[in-house]
């Protein structure tokens, strides 16, 4: 078969979430102490990105990390991801992962949920598969689908309404990411939006 080069390119970066799942989900992480569980996954999410980044010879001004605004875009991305956080915690309630708050655990959340979370997620969700989706298809359906695919990927909630949820989000996210075409602010929204879900609401509300 001849396939023009849209349809090539986003079979490439889909291909990324089975290899995204295989890694998750078959590396004995059990050997690793819980607190680096988290980088220790998403920088193998984020090897496989800067891999297939790599081999396609992608710069990373195209795929959205760039300068301009970008300021503007963090605000704009805390703005949105506080409310978001918010919003999902009366959808998941997750217990308190420590028995009181601490400012240090809420820096390292912070960190862990921005630099690995937001970036590795948002890198691969929006910056490639969804990216290569609009190419292929249309910038609605490949928006539609990069976020029908994100909300399977958290199927781990076994929660109806957390799935709904996620594909929602997936859409303001992917569409902020459109209107931007940065992915300053869809990083932001992201991280901080786990910070609140985590490391804020479940102290609050405890």
């Given at each position: 078969m001849r396939l023009s080069q849209p349809i090539t390119d986003c079979a490439e970066s889909l291909a990324l979430i089975p290899l995204y799942i295989l890694f998750t989900s078959s590396l004995p992480w059990f050997f690793i102490n819980q607190q680096y569980l988290l980088p220790a996954v998403y920088s193998t999410i984020l090897g496989l990105c800067l891999w297939h980044i790599y081999q396609k010879k992608l710069s990373f001004s195209e795929l959205g990390f760039k300068k301009d605004k970008w300021l503007k875009y963090v605000?704009?991305?805390?703005?949105?991801?506080?409310?978001?956080?918010?919003?999902?915690?009366?959808?998941?309630?997750?217990a308190p992962a420590f028995p009181a708050f601490e400012v240090?655990?809420?820096?390292?959340?912070?960190?862990?949920?921005?630099?690995?979370?937001?970036?590795?997620?948002?890198?691969?969700?929006?910056?490639?598969v969804q990216r290569d989706l609009m190419n292929a298809l249309c910038w609605k359906w490949g928006l539609i689908?990069?976020?029908?695919?994100?909300?399977?990927?958290?199927?781990?909630?076994?929660?109806?309404?957390?799935?709904?949820?996620?594909?929602?989000?997936?859409?303001?996210?992917?569409?902020?990411?459109?209107?931007?075409?940065?992915?300053?602010?869809?990083?932001?929204?992201?991280?901080?939006?786990?910070?609140?879900l985590v490391a804020v609401m479940p102290y609050l509300m405890s």
């Open positions: 605000l704009v991305g805390i703005a949105i991801g506080i409310p978001i956080g918010v919003a999902e915690y009366f959808v998941i309630y997750p240090k655990y809420l820096f390292r959340d912070l960190i862990y949920m921005v630099c690995f979370v937001g970036i590795g997620e948002e890198l691969l969700f929006r910056g490639l689908l990069a976020s029908l695919i994100f909300a399977v990927m958290h199927l781990t909630w076994r929660s109806i309404p957390e799935l709904v949820f996620v594909f929602f989000a997936g859409l303001l996210l992917g569409y902020v990411y459109y209107k931007t075409k940065s992915l300053v602010a869809p990083i932001a929204m992201h991280g901080i939006g786990n910070v609140i």
